[in-house]
């Protein structure tokens, strides 16, 4: 990559809360500060689709019938993404290829990834207090123009809001990669408990760096590992941990059995709750256990 700004941006969508259910993967290849290319890739995920998720961006079953799986992409982007930059914003995109990447055994991509959304936090921290650090909350504070949840519109304003920060902070592509950057990996289950964990109180504040600072989560249904085990993982990694539902919660972790098994069936009121604030919305993701470990491990 060149010395300021040659980078790819990329973005995911997802099937269902399992973030391996990858069905649109964005990629905008940013040069010399400017859009190079774009490319939308959609995706078989094998897996079914939440209403939920195609009410947020609009992807349905048929839109990806005979299209490749992510283990013939995986093959495809791998060869793109060599040795280059590769920026995303929140660990969501990072945390759901590499949990793609476990689920067809590939392999992690041979890249290293920088959060827009830690480097907006460094370099603008008044949006703190003033809608946060979301995608649509910076696009909005920078003029930047998007249609949100679409892959690679999604990865072009990630791209725009990073060079924001390199002419507005001063601190080049490279010094925000070595002081953020995450190697790739692969990552399929966390050591599990057997006995689930159910609901206890839990809430404290996260610590002030992590690939999840700035985010607010909310743990519901049965874990594998104890619930306060959960609570000091996510807030080491950056979040605050709350017990109640609210417009402050961006991430509602989900047991993964309660995960897979209440389509159809009987869902936590955090849960429910959690779903209709989305589609009013809301920026919040709904994660199963499996995925938070993922993030919270980096």
């Given at each position: 990559m060149s010395e300021v700004t040659d980078f790819i941006a990329l973005d995911v969508?997802?099937?269902?809360?399992?973030?391996?259910?990858?069905?649109?993967?964005?990629?905008?290849?940013?040069?010399?500060?400017?859009?190079?290319?774009?490319?939308?890739?959609?995706?078989?995920?094998?897996?079914?689709?939440?209403?939920?998720?195609?009410?947020?961006?609009?992807?349905?079953?048929?839109?990806?019938?005979?299209?490749?799986?992510?283990?013939?992409?995986?093959?495809?982007?791998?060869?793109?993404?060599?040795?280059?930059?590769?920026?995303?914003?929140?660990?969501?995109?990072?945390?759901?290829?590499?949990?793609?990447?476990?689920?067809?055994?590939?392999?992690?991509?041979?890249?290293?990834?920088?959060?827009?959304?830690?480097?907006?936090?460094?370099?603008?921290?008044?949006?703190?207090?003033?809608?946060?650090?979301?995608?649509?909350?910076?696009?909005?504070?920078?003029?930047?123009?998007?249609?949100?949840?679409?892959?690679?519109?999604?990865?072009?304003?990630?791209?725009?809001?990073?060079?924001?920060?390199?002419?507005?902070?001063?601190?080049?592509?490279?010094?925000?990669?070595?002081?953020?950057?995450?190697?790739?990996?692969?990552?399929?289950?966390p050591l599990r408990r057997t006995r689930p964990s159910y609901a206890t109180k839990c809430a404290q504040s996260g610590a002030a760096t992590g690939p999840l600072a700035g985010e607010t989560i909310l743990f519901t249904g049965a874990l594998q590992i104890p619930r306060a085990e959960a609570a000091r993982a996510a807030a080491g990694a950056g979040c605050d941990v709350v017990d109640s539902i609210s417009r402050k919660v961006t991430i509602l972790v989900v047991g993964d059995q309660d995960l897979r098994f209440t389509r159809g069936q009987e869902k936590s009121s955090k849960h429910r709750k959690a779903e209709e604030m989305i589609t009013r919305g809301h920026a919040m993701k709904i994660v199963g256990e499996t995925d938070f470990m993922a993030m919270v491990s980096g």
């Open positions: 969508e997802t099937a269902n809360a399992d973030f391996g259910s990858i069905c649109s993967i964005g990629l905008v290849h940013f040069r010399a500060g400017e859009v190079f290319k774009s490319l939308t890739i959609l995706v078989d995920p094998e897996d079914d689709f939440d209403p939920v998720n195609i009410g947020i961006h609009g992807i349905r079953p048929e839109d990806v019938a005979g299209k490749p799986t992510m283990a013939r992409v995986f093959p495809v982007i791998s060869t793109a993404l060599q040795d280059t930059a590769i920026v995303h914003h929140s660990p969501f995109d990072r945390t759901a290829l590499a949990r793609a990447a476990g689920k067809y055994g590939t392999g992690g991509l041979p890249c290293t990834w920088l959060d827009s959304l830690q480097v907006a936090r460094r370099t603008w921290t008044g949006l703190r207090d003033d809608g946060g650090y979301g995608l649509a909350n910076l696009a909005r504070a920078f003029g930047i123009h998007f249609k949100h949840h679409d892959a690679a519109e999604d990865a072009r304003a990630a791209g725009l809001v990073l060079l924001r920060a390199i002419s507005e902070g001063g601190v080049t592509l490279q010094q925000w990669v070595d002081e953020l950057g995450y190697e790739s990996t692969a990552t399929s289950k």
